[in-house]
Structure formats: structure tokens, C-alpha cells
């Protein structure tokens, strides 16, 4: 039987806009689940949405609709999202769907009954906004003046988690394993050395209802944590389907974000304990991705959309930049200067240049059929070499998956893909082909074929799309690498045609894509989403002058301006400038959006954003009709 390997990522809150953070945790789960694919393992990977709490239902009643309706639409934002990242999930799970209720109420009846659960006052603090309830010593030094902590008093249903508190801590410290990386086992243990208090798991139907009612007590719903946790092993047959369970559980990965850790590492593993099922080999927190230096979030209007990404250079530079940046467990910073830095370096001028000579020289040499390398290729040094460095990345491609550092197994492949654009240098094709002793030219052709064959291997997992583009060039059919074909030289047959081919990655010089791109609204008609008027009146409009403007370097369409807006001078950062010459605007009164916070394009602060009219290839900046002086509200 092959060796199986179950993944899972968070259930994402259904009530976020899913930002680049979000993407990043169930990208990373594709790319292991993908491996492991190719390395034959039976492979389930699992995500799913989070769905009940009060957010939801704040959020449907302000609109008017039942929460069902609300997270059946909501749900939607993270279903296109890993369409569009081509994620290849297994399945899907929704906290609301029956499947995933009835085994919740089943825990929860079971652990009643067997005293893991009992009933208590609570007379303390509560955070509305995060749904838990807060010891005097973890209260905020500001906290009268917060409206969502709140003094509370009421009963509530206990699960005995502070029992395993010991049991917890020999656990984790006989088993190295299960909480990753290092650091973050040092954190749980940490957390460990004070007193664990149960866990409240329960909430009055008065303040929420929606959530899963308790099956002993109609009065009350389960807190969303107790219900979501047991998403990992709902959905992959816990008391309904033995057979399906003990083939996926325990599970090799839950992969999380840091900030729920505590989650995964206590409450979940003593949850488990006193279900009596095992607990999952390893929990592996990775990193934040900052924007910049800052914590990303929908609140502070930095959250970038990976949906911009995604139309601005294609799913798999995207997938790659992501891979590729992060340091697993740590925070990376996502920027796009750098964005646009590794985009050119490694993917255009290293991979995408070498894919190119390679295919150019089989397409003009050789009729567009693979080389034929002759007897022994491996034979020469320069040969065995490029090989064998190609070997070692498969070697710590395959560590790199174990010890989770995918970075370094990506580094490893770049590394060949330099060597093998060395090996080219060196052997000069070009000049091999004006010999009438043609052997030379197709060893250097066929070597390198066979070495970009397995760097697209290599790089399958990460960016599908492309490397399968590659392979089907290099005359294989189908795109797909087949399990194990990485150590094996020779698969590529002489004489076969190869397929179609186009650049892979084309050199961008582009400005950052714009926040939020939508899909785009036929001209003249107007796109149908109303908003209320006090969103409308958040926007503050006024009036400004343009005193100087200049091109930016690098860039093809921004305009560095500063104004004057009333008595304050501000720069603001335009993309006219492939409709306005700097001179040109000098002088004109515009019209400013002037509370947008301030942001940085290619490199350059923006304070603000001059309105203009866009029709096809056309763009006129809005300006006003008469005299008025800078700083005038506009309404
Ligand atoms: N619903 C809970 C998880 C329940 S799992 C049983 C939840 N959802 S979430 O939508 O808020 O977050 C989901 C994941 O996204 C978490 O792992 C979180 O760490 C991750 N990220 C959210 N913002 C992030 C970044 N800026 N960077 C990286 N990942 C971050 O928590």
C-alpha cells in the first residue's frame, strides 16, 4: 500500500475579503500536496470556511438576509480565489453543512455524557469582537474605554480542558514533532507553564444564535472554535466511515498562521485527548506576511488583493514570488519592488531566458525534433557535472519537504537552471551549429534539454501551468511529470516532435496593478453595487493645484505631482503619464481624493489621487470649471 498524506489548511472566516495571508496558507498546502503527489503518496488535502459566529451574523442582519445567504455568497470570494490560484484541494468543507454539524453535536453529546463537560457561571470579562472571555490579568490597560470588552455574567457550558495540562506538556515534549517550527513548540510551552483554565464553549442564544445548538441544551450554541476545530476530522468520515478515517487520520499537516496557535496546540490536541482519537503528527505555524514593515489587514487599507497579482502577472509568478519569498516560519514583507525584482531575475532572465535558448536552438537546429545526443552523454565532465548538480536539487527538494524549507528546495532548482545557462555559455551552441560535425551541438542541446526537463519537474508543484507549458515544448506529452522520472536521464526521445512554444515570462517594467481590479464592466454601464451615502460622504474631495510634476524613472505610466491643496503642499503619485506630458498639467485645478492613507508606488510616497475620466485608451483628469481656490470641498 502507498504511503498516504493528509494536509489541511485553516477554515477561513467567510466574512474576510481574502488577502495575499490567506492565499499563502492554502498555496502552501497545494504545493506540499503536489509533491507528495508526485511522489506517489495517496494525497488528501483539505480546506474549507469557517462559517458561524457573530461576525457572520452582524454582518447578514446589517444586510437584511439570513447568514445562510450571507456565507453561501461570502463562501464564493475564497471558492474563485483557489480556482484562480489553481489550488487542487480534495474537498471543500463548510462548517454549515449537516455532515459537519451532526458530528459536532455528536462530540459535544458524547463528551457530556462522559462528564468532559458540565455546566457553570461565568461572572467576568468578555471581548465581543474576538468571542472570548478574558482573565482580569490578560484585560488591556485601556480596557474601559473599549465598547467591545464587556463585564459579564452568565452560564455557560465548560469543557474540563485544564485536566490535561500535564499530560499536554510530556506530549509535546516527547514528541519534537508535533508542534513546528521549534521556536513555536517553545511558545506552546510557555503558555503551558501557567495555569490552564477550562474552556468556555458555549454561547447564550440571547447574545448569538448563530452556531450550532448544543444537543443537551437548546438554549445555548457552540463556541466557534469547538465547532470549527472538529472540521479536520468531520470531513474526512470520524464516526460515520472507518475505513475513510483510519486511511487519512491522524493527519501529516494542520498547516496554520501563527496567531492561532494556541488554538491548534491546546485546545484542539486536549480536545482530541478526551475524544479519544489521536492527534495529528505535526501542527506547523508559518509567518505573517507584512506589507512592507506593517501587519497586513483589512482595517488598516494595506491587505493586498491577490487577485490583482493574479491578473497583473499570471497565477504562477504569483505562486512562485509567494514560495519562493517566504522563509517557512518566519514573517516575509511583501513589497512590489521585490515582487517585481525576483519576477525578473529568476523567472524572465534565469529560467524563462534558458527555456528559451534551449527551445530556439532544438526549434532552428534540429527541425524542431529532440537531439540526438549520441553514445554515453554523461561521459564528459562539463556533462556529468550539470547532472549531477541537477540531482542534488532533486536531493534537497525532496529534504526541503520534509524539514518544510521550500525555499531552499526552489533555490536549489535556480541554482541548476544558472548552471545549466553556464553550461550553455561554455559549449557555445551557437557556434557548434556551424560545424559539419553536428554530435558536439546535439550533446549541448540534449544535456541541457534533459536538465530543464527536470528543473520543470521540480518546479510542478509551484508553478503548474507554466512548467507543464515547458514540458509539453520539450516534447512531453500530457505536462504532467510522471512519479520518480527526476533521477532517470534519457527520457527525452530523440527525434520527438516538440510542442508549441512562446516566451514563459516576459520582462515587466509595470507599476504596481491597481488595488482591487475588477473584472471589467462593459463602457457605459454602470457597475451595479450601491453604497449608502455616509460611505460616500467617508471620502473627503477637494481641490488643488498642480504645481509641479515629473516623470518617474523606471516607469512608463506614473507622474511624481505635487499640489497645493488650501495651505498644505502634498506629492501624490498619478498614473497619467501616457496621457499628460509633466508640462501640461502644471497650473490646472484638479480634483484630489485627499483622505486616502498614504501609500508607496514603485518606490515613490503617494499622498492622495487625482481624479480623471477613463474611456478605452483614453484618460482626462477632472479638473474645475472656473476659479475656486485649492483646498475647496468637493461634494
Ligand atoms: N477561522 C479561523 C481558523 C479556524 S481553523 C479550525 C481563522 N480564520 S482566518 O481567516 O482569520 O485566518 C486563516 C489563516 O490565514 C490563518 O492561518 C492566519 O494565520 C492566516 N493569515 C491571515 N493573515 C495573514 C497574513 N498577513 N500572513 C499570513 N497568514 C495570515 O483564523
Redesign the pocket.
Known amino acids: 500500500m502507498s504511503e498516504t498524506f493528509y494536509v489541511t489548511?485553516?477554515?477561513?472566516?467567510v466574512n474576510?475579503i481574502p488577502?495575499?495571508?490567506?492565499a499563502?496558507?492554502t498555496l502552501l498546502a497545494d504545493v506540499l500536496a503536489r509533491y507528495h503527489r508526485l511522489l506517489g503518496h495517496d494525497t488528501w488535502f483539505l480546506t474549507g470556511a469557517?462559517e458561524h459566529g457573530q461576525k457572520v451574523q452582524d454582518a447578514a442582519r446589517e444586510r437584511g438576509i439570513s447568514e445562510q445567504e450571507h456565507v453561501d455568497e461570502t463562501v464564493l470570494r475564497f471558492k474563485e480565489l483557489w480556482e484562480r490560484l489553481e489550488i487542487t484541494n480534495n474537498d471543500f468543507i463548510r462548517t454549515t453543512e449537516e455532515r459537519h454539524k451532526v458530528i459536532v453535536q455528536e462530540v459535544l453529546q458524547d463528551l457530556y455524557d462522559r462528564d468532559e463537560i458540565y455546566k457553570a457561571n461565568y461572572n467576568g470579562w468578555y471581548d465581543v469582537k474576538s468571542e472570548t472571555y478574558i482573565t482580569e490579568k490578560d484585560l488591556p490597560e485601556n480596557f474601559e474605554e473599549l465598547a467591545h470588552i464587556k463585564r459579564i455574567e452568565e452560564s455557560n457550558y465548560f469543557f474540563r480542558m485544564g485536566k490535561y495540562r500535564d499530560w499536554l506538556i510530556e506530549y509535546i515534549e516527547e514528541h519534537p514533532e508535533f508542534i513546528q517550527p521549534d521556536f513555536r513548540r517553545n511558545e506552546t510551552l510557555g503558555f503551558l507553564k501557567q495555569e490552564l483554565g477550562d474552556l468556555c464553549i458555549s454561547r447564550p442564544k440571547s447574545r448569538l444564535t448563530w452556531g450550532i445548538d448544543l444537543p443537551f441544551d437548546e438554549e445555548y450554541v457552540t463556541y466557534v472554535?469547538f465547532d470549527?476545530?472538529v472540521?479536520?476530522i468531520s470531513a474526512v468520515g470520524y464516526r460515520r466511515d472507518d475505513e475513510q478515517f483510519n486511511k487519512w487520520w491522524p493527519a501529516n499537516y494542520h498547516l496554520?498562521?501563527?496567531?492561532?496557535l494556541t488554538?491548534?496546540t491546546v485546545y484542539w490536541p486536549t480536545m482530541l485527548k478526551a475524544m479519544g482519537v489521536p492527534l495529528p503528527k505535526t501542527i506547523f505555524a508559518?509567518?505573517?506576511?507584512?506589507a512592507g514593515k506593517e501587519?497586513?489587514?483589512k482595517s488598516e487599507g494595506n491587505a493586498i488583493n491577490p487577485m490583482d497579482y493574479l491578473s497583473a502577472f499570471g497565477v504562477d509568478a504569483s505562486r512562485y514570488y509567494l514560495m519562493a519569498e517566504m522563509t517557512l516560519g518566519q514573517d516575509a514583507s511583501f513589497t512590489h519592488e521585490k515582487f517585481i525584482q525576483r519576477y525578473n531575475s529568476d523567472l524572465a532572465n534565469d529560467l524563462g531566458n534558458m527555456s528559451s535558448r534551449v527551445l530556439k536552438m532544438i526549434d532552428s537546429n534540429c527541425g524542431g525534433r529532440m537531439a540526438e545526443p549520441g553514445p554515453d552523454p554523461l561521459a564528459g565532465e562539463d556533462e556529468r557535472t550539470l547532472w549531477d548538480t541537477a540531482q542534488a536539487a532533486v536531493v534537497e527538494m525532496e529534504k526541503s519537504i520534509h524539514n518544510m524549507r521550500l525555499d531552499l528546495g526552489i533555490a536549489a532548482t535556480m541554482n541548476v537552471v544558472r548552471a545549466c545557462n553556464r553550461y550553455f555559455d561554455k559549449r557555445q551552441p551557437w557556434k557548434q551549429a556551424k560545424d559539419d560535425d553536428k554530435t558536439p551541438l546535439n550533446l549541448t542541446i540534449y544535456v541541457s534539454a534533459e536538465v530543464l526537463r527536470v528543473v520543470s519537474a521540480l518546479l510542478y508543484p509551484v508553478m503548474p501551468e507554466k512548467m507543464s507549458a515547458l514540458r509539453i515544448a520539450l516534447g512531453l506529452h500530457g505536462g504532467e511529470p510522471q512519479v520518480n522520472d527526476v533521477q532517470k536521464f534519457g527520457v527525452l526521445q530523440p527525434g520527438c516532435l516538440m510542442g508549441n512554444y512562446g516566451a514563459l515570462f516576459p520582462r515587466h517594467k509595470e507599476d504596481p496593478p491597481s488595488q482591487g481590479q475588477k473584472p471589467e464592466v462593459p463602457e457605459g454601464v454602470i457597475d451595479a453595487d450601491t453604497i449608502e451615502f455616509d460611505d460616500f460622504a467617508k471620502v473627503k474631495f477637494r481641490t488643488a493645484e498642480v504645481l509641479e510634476a515629473e516623470a518617474i524613472e523606471g516607469s512608463d505610466k506614473l507622474l511624481k505631482i505635487q499640489i497645493q491643496v488650501g495651505q498644505e503642499k502634498r506629492q501624490v503619485v498619478s498614473g497619467i503619464a501616457k496621457f499628460y506630458s509633466p508640462q501640461e498639467i502644471v497650473g490646472k485645478q484638479v480634483v484630489l481624493v485627499a483622505n486616502l492613507a498614504p501609500r508607496k508606488v514603485f518606490g515613490v510616497e503617494s499622498n492622495g489621487m487625482l481624479l480623471a475620466a477613463t474611456k478605452g485608451k483614453r484618460l482626462r483628469l477632472i479638473t474645475v470649471d472656473g476659479e475656486l481656490n485649492s483646498g475647496a470641498k468637493v461634494s
Open positions: 489548511t485553516p477554515i477561513y472566516y474576510d488577502h495575499i495571508g490567506h499563502y496558507t469557517d472554535w470549527a476545530l472540521n479536520y496554520i498562521g501563527k496567531d492561532i488554538t491548534h508559518h509567518g505573517w506576511w507584512l501587519k497586513m489587514s
